[in-house]
């Protein structure tokens, strides 16, 4: 028998049985999250399946879904990363406010976001506007909308996490990288980035997650147009109104994506004990 599995042992003796007063609600926790995805589940159409997987609307919305949700990706760890360092490593006037900010999308109605995006960068908007003017350019009802749409609701979460990740790693490491010499940013690349790597790919499976269930602001800013901005939630909004069993056969498309792309990552990177210092 190993260590660990001694000491957890041990410590199960110790602490006694779980009450059952913790017990109960858990369990109410777990039916009420997993009743709703067994019951589509099983009211799937399963003999009409395969037709609708291959139909060219919904490949055309797979595809961008999976197109717009890379991108985010890559857009959130971009700019959240050095948004999260900054968070977590520099002390500065307003960190507190800045931080809050950056949370509010996290609490702000989808369609409400995707008005504010509008108020910003629409036609007529504060900075779309002037940029239409001097361009010609506009983001509204264009792929990139999806992709800023999803950006701007998937972010926060991308940067909590990082900004978590990097908290937890401290900076002993890095004033011992500045200690022998290394500037700021060689520590960055070399030494605290490596150190928070576990933290940087949970927050791009979370932003990959949000920006892929994504559907009220992209409504609201991009549009619902087949091969242009409808992405799959859209595309299961729009089924559903006349097609209710064929809607379902579509989330659950979404529903078996999504939960392939975690479990090929949870043993990685998503179960207890990945990352610096962890205990299992």
Known sequence: MSTRTTIRTTSRSVLGRPPALLWAPAAVAVVFLVLPLTTL?????????????????????????????????????????????????????????????VTVPLVLPPVVAGVALLTALGRNGVVGG???ELTGVTFPFTTTAVVIAHTFVALPFYVISVEGALRSAGEAYDEVAAGLGATRWYAFRRVTLPLALPGVVAGAVLAWARSLGEFGATVTFAGN?????????????????????????????????????LALLRNRWLSTGTGPGAVA
Do not use: H, K, N
């Open 41 to 101: 589940l099983l009211a799937t159409p399963w003999g009409t399946f395969w037709r609708d997987l291959t139909d060219p609307d919904v490949l055309a919305a797979l595809r961008l879904s999976a197109l717009t949700s890379g991108a985010t990706v890559l857009v959130c760890i971009g700019l959240g990363t050095p948004l999260a360092w900054v968070l977590a490593r520099v002390p500065f006037r307003g960190r507190g406010l800045v931080r809050a900010l």
């Open 225 to 261: 147009y087949p091969g242009i901005t409808q992405t799959m939630p859209s595309r299961i909004y729009s089924v559903y109104l006349d097609d209710p069993e064929a809607a379902r056969t579509l989330a659950v498309i979404l529903l078996l994506a999504s939960v392939g792309v």
């Open 130 to 132: 002037p940029l239409r």
